[in-house]
Protein backbone atom coordinates (compact mmCIF):
# COMPACT_ATOMS: atom_id res chain seq x y z
CA UNK A 1 0.00 0.00 0.00
CA UNK A 2 2.71 2.58 0.95
CA UNK A 3 4.41 1.84 -2.42
CA UNK A 4 1.14 2.51 -4.27
CA UNK A 5 0.68 5.90 -2.35
CA UNK A 6 4.57 6.54 -3.36
CA UNK A 7 3.99 5.61 -7.12
CA UNK A 8 0.92 8.25 -7.07
CA UNK A 9 3.24 10.81 -5.15
CA UNK A 10 5.90 10.40 -7.83
CA UNK A 11 3.03 11.02 -10.85
CA UNK A 12 2.01 14.11 -8.89
CA UNK A 13 5.28 15.47 -8.19
CA UNK A 14 7.59 14.85 -11.26
CA UNK A 15 11.03 16.68 -10.98
CA UNK A 16 10.95 18.64 -13.71
CA UNK A 17 8.02 20.83 -12.73
CA UNK A 18 9.72 24.37 -11.60
CA UNK A 19 9.56 24.50 -8.22
CA UNK A 20 6.45 26.81 -7.71
CA UNK A 21 4.48 24.16 -9.28
CA UNK A 22 5.58 21.91 -6.84
CA UNK A 23 5.50 24.32 -3.41
CA UNK A 24 3.40 27.81 -4.71
CA UNK A 25 2.78 28.91 -0.68
CA UNK A 26 5.70 26.51 0.86
CA UNK A 27 4.10 23.60 1.98
CA UNK A 28 6.21 21.93 4.44
CA UNK A 29 3.99 18.77 3.20
CA UNK A 30 5.23 18.52 -0.36
CA UNK A 31 8.49 18.43 1.07
CA UNK A 32 8.07 15.76 3.80
CA UNK A 33 6.09 14.26 0.37
CA UNK A 34 9.61 14.17 -1.72
CA UNK A 35 11.22 12.33 1.55
CA UNK A 36 8.73 9.88 1.53
CA UNK A 37 9.32 9.33 -1.86
CA UNK A 38 12.97 9.08 -1.40
CA UNK A 39 13.19 6.72 1.38
CA UNK A 40 11.04 4.01 -0.88
CA UNK A 41 13.58 4.98 -3.57
CA UNK A 42 16.39 4.04 -0.92
CA UNK A 43 15.16 1.03 0.22
CA UNK A 44 14.88 -0.22 -3.44
CA UNK A 45 18.48 0.43 -3.86
CA UNK A 46 17.80 3.24 -6.23
CA UNK A 47 19.86 6.13 -4.70
CA UNK A 48 20.02 8.58 -7.83
CA UNK A 49 16.48 8.63 -7.73
CA UNK A 50 16.29 8.82 -3.81
CA UNK A 51 19.00 11.70 -4.27
CA UNK A 52 16.60 13.73 -6.41
CA UNK A 53 14.05 13.66 -3.92
CA UNK A 54 15.75 14.49 -1.04
CA UNK A 55 17.67 17.78 -2.68
CA UNK A 56 14.00 18.87 -4.03
CA UNK A 57 13.36 18.42 -0.18
CA UNK A 58 16.25 20.05 0.97
CA UNK A 59 15.56 22.83 -1.53
CA UNK A 60 12.22 23.73 0.12
CA UNK A 61 12.99 23.49 3.42
CA UNK A 62 15.75 25.86 2.96
CA UNK A 63 13.26 28.30 1.52
CA UNK A 64 10.90 27.69 4.76
CA UNK A 65 13.18 27.30 7.72
CA UNK A 66 16.18 29.19 9.12
CA UNK A 67 19.39 27.86 8.27
CA UNK A 68 19.91 25.83 12.19
CA UNK A 69 16.77 24.47 12.07
CA UNK A 70 16.24 20.73 12.29
CA UNK A 71 14.65 19.44 9.25
CA UNK A 72 17.13 21.14 7.20
CA UNK A 73 19.72 19.36 9.25
CA UNK A 74 17.93 15.97 9.14
CA UNK A 75 17.72 16.93 5.21
CA UNK A 76 21.30 17.73 5.06
CA UNK A 77 21.38 14.12 6.31
CA UNK A 78 19.34 12.42 3.86
CA UNK A 79 20.94 13.94 1.10
CA UNK A 80 24.92 12.55 2.90
CA UNK A 81 23.57 9.23 3.11
CA UNK A 82 22.84 9.17 -0.87
CA UNK A 83 25.83 10.11 -1.74
CA UNK A 84 27.60 7.77 0.98
CA UNK A 85 25.61 4.68 -0.83
CA UNK A 86 26.40 6.10 -4.35
CA UNK A 87 30.06 5.93 -2.64
CA UNK A 88 30.58 9.89 -3.30
CA UNK A 89 32.20 9.73 0.50
CA UNK A 90 33.83 13.50 0.19
CA UNK A 91 30.23 15.05 -0.97
CA UNK A 92 29.25 12.74 1.42
CA UNK A 93 31.31 13.94 4.54
CA UNK A 94 30.48 17.43 3.71
CA UNK A 95 27.01 16.95 4.18
CA UNK A 96 27.27 14.85 7.33
CA UNK A 97 29.70 17.86 8.51
CA UNK A 98 26.87 20.23 7.55
CA UNK A 99 24.86 18.13 9.76
CA UNK A 100 26.21 18.05 12.49
CA UNK A 101 27.11 21.68 12.47
CA UNK A 102 23.22 22.05 12.86
CA UNK A 103 23.02 20.00 15.38
CA UNK A 104 25.62 21.19 17.51
CA UNK A 105 24.02 24.62 17.08
CA UNK A 106 20.51 23.21 18.42
CA UNK A 107 22.55 22.25 21.62
CA UNK A 108 22.03 18.32 20.69
CA UNK A 109 23.17 16.37 23.32
CA UNK A 110 25.94 14.03 22.42
CA UNK A 111 23.57 11.25 23.28
CA UNK A 112 20.77 12.69 20.91
CA UNK A 113 20.07 9.49 18.39
CA UNK A 114 20.28 11.78 15.79
CA UNK A 115 23.65 13.09 16.78
CA UNK A 116 24.90 9.92 17.44
CA UNK A 117 24.06 8.75 14.08
CA UNK A 118 25.43 11.32 12.08
CA UNK A 119 29.00 11.45 14.05
CA UNK A 120 29.27 8.18 13.41
CA UNK A 121 29.00 8.67 9.60
CA UNK A 122 31.32 10.81 9.61
CA UNK A 123 33.89 8.84 11.25
CA UNK A 124 32.90 6.20 8.84
CA UNK A 125 33.49 8.22 5.56
CA UNK A 126 36.11 9.65 6.80
CA UNK A 127 38.06 6.04 7.11
CA UNK A 128 37.03 5.40 4.16
CA UNK A 129 38.69 8.62 2.40
CA UNK A 130 41.48 7.51 4.58
CA UNK A 131 41.68 3.97 3.01
CA UNK A 132 40.89 5.44 -0.39
CA UNK A 133 43.90 7.64 -0.36
CA UNK A 134 46.00 5.04 0.96
CA UNK A 135 45.15 2.86 -2.09
CA UNK A 136 45.80 5.38 -4.64
CA UNK A 137 49.69 5.89 -3.31
CA UNK A 138 50.28 2.33 -3.15
Known amino acids: IIEQQCVKNVTAL ?19 SLINIGYVFD ?17 IREQLS ?3 HDDIGNSLLNVGMCYEHLEQNQKALDYY ?21 VEKKILDVSCKLAIE ?3 SIK
Open 66 to 68: PSN
Open 133 to 135: QFE
Open 97 to 117: RQTLNIYETNHYSKEYPSRVL
Open 43 to 59: KQGKFNEALNYHQRALE
Open 14 to 32: RLDKPREELCPSGYTSIAQ
